[in-house]
């Protein structure tokens, strides 16, 4: 039976840049999730008799609120809803089975690389028809629908078994379990050649994949393994587990410094890679080489006609304003166009839509392509083998040969978690006034060019996002964006992006910490970073 339940708004459910993220325990708060998916429900028209995608990374908590979500689409007249098996979908795979299917939109609970456990991280948000994450027009209506909701639709009906693939019914709505990985798999051997690859690692190339016992598991086990006889054992810890094993699932230098090492040693295999808590993140590791997500993009982009899915070559190049200008000397090169637009894959969704972009990447290890509309972790790893594969060369051999073609770009990413929120904001605002009066300042042997707030026009909707990061450019071609985070769920994360481009290749080999060290310095006293956050050094470089 359907039933209206009453209910009073929360004040704290505005989406960040990629849907709502909390604490568990704020989830857990009575009607807490039913209120911001009766609010997504509201704030759609036409979905009714229609088709909703629902997944998630098996984050703790993903059980309980799937079962709450199918309950309330099927209260809210929606026809059918695909399901992953288990509740498990990869970010990327919920993409492809909205495309697929042509549903008429999903929901995803994940909060991406953040942990998971009873007191840990959650989200949920929701992805639009192309299978991209819904604009800020509609996250901005979502977020009005939470401050003024008064009840939600709801069925009392029994729990579905997501343990068993075959149909359902809750009400009049179809409930499908799928196979949450066969059609990601599907997919991907249309884009790539596996053939190549299989032969590759059956000459004895070896790869090593770490899943963080995160969502990708199953993924990478069926394709690396099973489908391209990567040695069983290749893919690490891919049971996806609700607290992610008690480790960070964030595929960087800090949270898997075991694949580094292993990589980094005399006896490392050729190829390391990982993913993260819902696999659209990626991290790259060649034998003896630490590959930037800012360069692994503008490698991809250089590289990507090599692989069948991408050899007619590419429209455009998309990345976000703080990653590194390595793939605009590509794009520049290829002849194609070059779009800077604001951190949040959202964004890229209009670009991909009308065809002026085929890849695009973000510096917080998102890649992917027009073949859904997120980042996909795994994509971009079988890219990179495809690569490998017809190059026939090692992946530190075709860095150094990138680099001395088109120049290096050192870069590194200081991030300095949990601040405090007052504190953060007055360091921004601050900030702010000084733009004005940077340009042709002079700090040691360098001078500021200009300085503003980044602003971006969306060339198909016209739509126009401020604020969306501080950017001081040195005369040159240096920089440091300063920018606040919106994917935690406690205090504020600044993140300071700083960045060299090094055309010499006799310096080449620098460590990048040394080589940025002048403007990590600059950085700080321009913002004033350790007065106003107390903090003597980042939380995380990478």
């Not at 807490?32 to 990374?57: K, M, P």
């Not at 086990?221 to 992610?244: C, H, T, W, Y």
């Not at 604020?467 to 935690?488: A, K, P």
Request: some cysteine.
């Amino acid at each position: 039976m359907i039933v209206t339940v009453s209910t009073n708004p929360y004040r704290d459910q505005k989406p960040g840049t990629s849907g709502l993220r909390k604490k568990v325990p704020v989830f857990q708060q009575k009607n807490y999730a039913e209120n911001f998916i009766q609010s997504i429900f509201d704030s759609l028209e036409g979905y009714e008799g229609e088709t909703l995608v629902i997944g998630g990374d098996g984050r703790y908590y993903n059980r309980e609120v799937i079962q709450k979500a199918i309950k309330m689409a099927a209260a809210n007249g929606f026809g059918r809803v695909l399901v992953g098996r288990g509740g498990i979908l990869s970010t990327p795979a919920a993409s492809n089975i909205i495309r697929k299917y042509k549903a008429f939109g999903g929901i995803v609970l994940s909060a991406s690389h953040n942990p998971g456990g009873p007191t840990e991280d959650f989200g949920i948000k929701y992805n639009v028809g192309n299978g991209g994450p819904a604009p800020e027009k509609v996250t901005d209506a979502i977020f009005a629908r939470t401050q003024t909701i008064d009840s939600y639709r709801i069925t009392d009906a029994p729990d579905v078994n997501l343990d068993v693939e075959g149909t359902q019914h809750v009400e009049d709505m179809t409930v499908m379990v799928i196979d949450p990985v066969a059609d990601y798999a599907e997919l991907m051997e249309s884009l790539f050649d596996f053939p190549a690859i299989r032969t590759l690692i059956g000459g004895g190339f070896r790869v090593v994949f770490d899943a963080m016992s995160a969502v990708t598991g199953p993924y990478a086990k069926e394709i690396l393994e099973k489908r391209l006889g990567a040695p069983k054992g290749s893919v690490m810890n891919f049971i996806p587990l609700p607290d992610f094993g008690g480790h960070h699932p964030d595929p960087n230098l800090v949270h898997a410094r075991a694949l580094y090492e292993t990589m980094m040693a005399p006896d490392a295999p050729d190829f390391g890679a990982a993913s993260d808590g819902d696999g659209d993140r990626n991290l790259i590791i060649g034998k003896g080489i630490f590959v930037t997500p800012s360069d692994s993009l503008a490698i991809l982009a250089a590289n990507a006609h090599l692989a069948p899915g991408y050899a007619k070559g590419l429209a455009g190049i998309a990345r976000s304003m703080p990653t590194s200008g390595a793939a605009d000397r590509v794009a520049e090169k290829l002849g194609i166009g070059l779009y800077e637009t604001p951190t949040g894959w959202k964004f890229f969704g209009n670009l991909l839509d009308e065809g002026l972009a085929t890849i695009c990447g973000e510096e917080s290890a998102g890649t992917g392509s027009n073949h859904v509309r997120e980042k996909d972790g795994l994509w971009a790893v079988l890219l990179w083998l495809n690569i490998l594969a017809a190059r026939k060369e090692s992946a530190l051999d075709i860095v150094r040969k990138h680099w001395a073609a088109y120049g290096r770009n050192y870069y590194s990413r200081h991030d300095y978690e949990a601040v405090d929120t007052d504190a953060a904001n007055g360091l921004v605002a601050a900030l702010r006034e000084k733009l004005a009066d940077l340009p042709g300042k002079s700090f040691g042997a360098l001078t500021v060019e200009t300085a503003d707030d980044f602003s971006y026009n969306d060339p198909v909707d016209k739509s126009v996002s401020k604020n969306q990061g501080i950017r001081v450019l040195f005369e040159g071609g240096s920089r440091v964006v300063f920018r606040l985070s919106g994917t935690g769920t406690s205090g504020a994360t600044l993140r300071v992006y700083i960045e060299r481009y090094e055309p010499d290749p006799a310096r080449h080999d620098l460590d990048t910490q040394e080589a940025l060290a002048d403007l990590i310095a600059v950085a700080d006293e321009i913002a004033d970073i350790t007065s106003r956050t107390g903090r003597s050094a980042p939380s995380v470089i990478t």
